[in-house]
């Protein structure tokens, strides 16, 4: 059976101590690698390659020379396209129809466009006056964070971990990967297109594992990493925060979320329609910024109800290589006990089940996997955990609203603030909305567009810090201010 191992100061190791897990595959659940679990041991040798490399080639290198590397990079994922999507699809069940079009290209993306904004990025300088006439002038420089650790989950891995590794590198830093224990295998496949496009050994390091009492913990207590990106779920940012105080280690938490949906009377139907399908069942609704809230203002609320039932209905659901399947199973048979346990909720609590509300019958072969129904509900009350917690499934629950005031206060009343999207053609509404509500990225009349410029992030429980553009280099520099008395 095929053996994922760490990756460390450029070559593939396995574990001294032996352990290893199963990868398994979500569409039929059988295992079909096994993934070396790191130890203290790796997470060390790994960080220990990450700081020399950092004060070695990596930050002797020129800035040309790093970005163009990060180009020959990006250009290495596009040229195993392939493989990657096989990769992905094989950890997720995800459709390669969709992979192809978000996963794999945003992959190489990410180390494009972090590559050429931080050749183009300004540097600040204040000219002052001094007590005896001849004055200073003061010039910040941005200097790498360091060794920087890395945290991702499973629901877009190489898009979420390239997403903090492409502007990570850009910034001249180093890093330790550590993917999720679900989805390890492109994090895995991207250390061959590191050492061909030639990245030094030690800037990208891997290792593998699980979150506490493994190789996440392992990485986060370790005293040499000077900073931690984490995407994942908000209890697993509070914990990462704890670690990352001890030493008074810099963090990026982008976080869980339960996000509002708000549809107006006003809105394009067909758009919203559209729009609330892709927000609710796209990646069979493993998606942070996905919509599991859905507000309608009650004179369109039962064609809407309608529409989307009908709609939901369509999906194709079938494995990554049917190209007519536009719907796979969840990432793994666990997370679909932890769904089916609101959907079981769903009904104890008296909701109106539109549509789905338990497993598809699936062909022989794929009995084992992790399938679950898209599922829509009406009539809970919003005090129920279905409508207040992150269930992170194909699901959303749909609730009248009488007045714009309402429709923002039903969008705000949790503590988490992640994103939002609202339907209305009408422009003023539109912009007073938006204003609103609380979350730290809202899209009107689309979902899920993203200009990799933007700020990216959460308000409240959602994530701290933001991402993307700028505020990526924010996070993975070190600003130093020269004083200079002339
Ligand atoms: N805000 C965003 O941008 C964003 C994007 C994608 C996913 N998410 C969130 O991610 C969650 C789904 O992903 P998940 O289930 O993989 O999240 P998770 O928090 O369970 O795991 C994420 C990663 O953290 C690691 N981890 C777990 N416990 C740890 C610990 N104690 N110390 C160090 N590392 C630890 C895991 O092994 C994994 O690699 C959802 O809550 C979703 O909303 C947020
Ligand atoms: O599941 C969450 C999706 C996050 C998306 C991004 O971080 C991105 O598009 O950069």
């Given at each position: 059976m095929k053996e994922i191992k760490h990756y460390i100061n450029g070559e593939y190791v396995g574990s001294a101590s032996g352990k290893q897990f199963d990868n398994v595959?979500?569409?039929?659940?059988?295992?079909?690698a096994r993934v070396h679990e790191a130890g203290r041991e790796e997470v060390d040798a790994a960080v220990k390659a990450a700081r020399a490399a950092l004060n070695g080639p990596w930050g002797k290198m020129t800035l040309d020379e790093r970005t163009r590397i990060l180009h020959k990079v990006a250009d290495g994922i596009n040229d195993r396209f392939d493989e990657f999507l096989e990769a992905e699809c094989l950890d997720t069940g995800k459709p390669k129809k969709m992979a192809s079009h978000i996963d794999i290209p945003r992959g190489a993306a990410n180390f494009k466009v972090f590559a050429d904004m931080i050749k183009n990025v300004p540097a600040e300088s204040f000219e002052m006056a001094t007590p005896d006439g001849s004055g200073a002038l003061n010039y910040a420089v941005r200097r790498p964070k360091g060794v920087i650790g890395v945290i991702s989950p499973w629901n877009l891995p190489l898009l979420l971990m390239t997403w903090k590794v492409g502007p990570a590198l850009a910034c001249g830093n180093t890093v330790v990967v550590k993917p999720s224990e679900e989805t390890p295998t492109t994090t895995a496949l991207l250390g061959e297109v590191m050492k061909d496009a030639g990245v030094?050994?030690?800037v990208y390091n891997v290792v593998h594992g699980f979150g506490g009492d493994s190789a996440g913990q392992f990485l986060t207590e370790h005293?040499?990493?000077?900073g931690f990106t984490f995407t994942g779920e908000t209890t697993t940012g509070e914990t990462i925060m704890k670690s990352a105080a001890r030493g008074i280690r810099d963090i990026s938490l982008e976080l869980g979320g339960k996000n509002a949906g708000l549809v107006f009377a006003d809105c394009d139907m067909d758009k919203a329609i559209e729009g609330t399908m892709r927000s609710a069942f796209v990646n069979c609704g493993q998606v942070?910024?996905?919509?599991e809230r859905v507000y309608v203002e009650r004179s369109i609320f039962d064609e809407f109800v309608s529409r989307l039932k009908a709609e939901a209905e369509k999906l194709r659901i079938g494995p990554p290589d049917d190209d007519a399947a536009n719907f796979g199973p969840l990432v793994s048979l666990k997370h679909r006990e932890k769904v089916l346990s609101y959907y079981q909720k769903a009904v104890e609590d008296g909701a109106t089940v539109v549509t789905g509300g338990g497993v598809p019958d699936m062909p022989e072969q794929y009995a084992g996997g992790a399938w679950v129904q898209p599922t829509i509900w009406t009539g809970?009350?919003?005090?129920?955990p279905v409508v207040t917690d992150e269930i992170f499934g194909p699901c959303c629950h749909i609730q009248p609203f009488d007045s714009e005031e309402e429709a923002i206060e039903l969008a705000n009343r949790l503590p988490y603030g992640l994103a939002s999207a609202i339907w209305t053609e009408n422009v003023s509404r539109a912009h007073r909305v938006a204003g609103q509500v609380e979350a730290g990225i809202i899209w009107v009349n689309s979902w899920f567009l993203r200009d990799l410029r933007t700020p990216f992030g959460g308000s409240k429980q959602s994530g701290i810090g933001r991402e993307g553009g700028v505020h990526s280099l924010e996070f993975y520099t070190e600003m130093k201010n020269v004083c200079i008395k002339l």
């Open positions: 595959n979500p569409v039929n659940g059988q295992t079909f030094p050994d030690g005293q040499d990493v000077d942070c910024l996905g919509t809970l009350s919003e005090d129920s």
